[in-house]
């Protein structure tokens, strides 16, 4: 359940360790952060207001204040505590920032009020939610973009099939397992690192789906241009233009 999914990152040990965790389990975080700056960068006049659903410590939010001075942020987060973390990363930066704390699935609450957004991001967040509540989420982020304004995701897709799946997995594991280098309980060898995975997983309700499977739910969700900018194995950047 994605309500239980907002409790899980309530824990404070959690928000705690989360970036190093996330920079150990995923080194792409930033290659996934630039490209969504670089597509909005060459994209025409830069964005002056985005949303951000699923702001977490507000990694990507950072960025793209940095790159884009005259730009604004709604950024949505279920967990107060991840936004309070980002408010602190944030510092003087956070002034530019309208956190609001709620569900994401109910983003037509959340942005009732606001003007058009320039583009709608996202970072590891979209994967909790099943593939109906995807797509309601993404019609209605749709109906929050200009005419032209993107939709970009970075986040987490199964591969193609079962046998692909299973060789992704052996990869993800053991690169958790070098960039650890022995300096982390969680990742000595391959049988702890599955057990802590899978349970994190549970955990957090991860529903990630093959990549044609969030293709086509943008495109069903009426975004057009609907591509993939960028990919290795589970991680990959993607979204469409209204
Ligand atoms: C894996 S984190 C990613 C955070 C950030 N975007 C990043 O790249 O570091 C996922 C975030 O989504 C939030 N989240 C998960 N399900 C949610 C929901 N249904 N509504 C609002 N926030 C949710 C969690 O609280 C968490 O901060």
Request: aromatic content about 6%; hydrophobic content about 40%.
């Amino acid at each position: 359940m994605p309500g239980e999914s907002i409790q899980a990152y309530d824990l404070p040990s959690r928000v705690a360790s989360y970036d190093a965790d996330m920079d150990l389990m995923h080194p792409n975080r930033r290659k996934m952060a630039e490209m969504i700056e670089n597509v909005l960068t060459v994209s025409g006049r830069p964005p002056r207001l985005a949303i951000d659903i699923g702001t977490g410590t507000g990694f990507l939010v950072d960025r793209l204040l940095l790159a884009f001075p005259d730009l604004s942020i709604i950024a949505i987060d279920g967990a107060e505590q991840m936004v309070d973390l980002a408010r602190t990363r944030l510092g003087p930066l956070a002034r530019r920032v309208d956190f609001r704390v709620g569900d994401f699935r109910d983003l037509k609450t959340l942005c009732a009020n606001d003007g058009s957004a320039d583009a709608v991001v996202s970072a590891y967040a979209l994967h909790h939610l099943s593939s109906g509540e995807k797509l309601q989420v993404l019609r209605i982020a749709h109906g929050l973009l200009k005419p032209g304004g993107w939709f970009l995701n970075g986040d987490l897709t199964l591969a193609e099939d079962d046998e692909l799946e299973a060789v992704t997995q052996h990869l993800r594991v053991r690169g958790i397992i070098q960039r650890a280098d022995g300096r982390d309980p969680r990742f000595t060898d391959e049988s702890a690192t599955r057990q802590f995975l899978d349970d994190l997983e549970r955990n957090e309700h991860d529903q990630p789906v093959r990549p044609a499977e969030d293709l086509r739910i943008l495109e069903k969700a009426g975004f057009s241009h609907v591509t993939t900018f960028w990919r290795e194995t589970r991680e990959s950047v993607f979204g469409g233009r209204r």
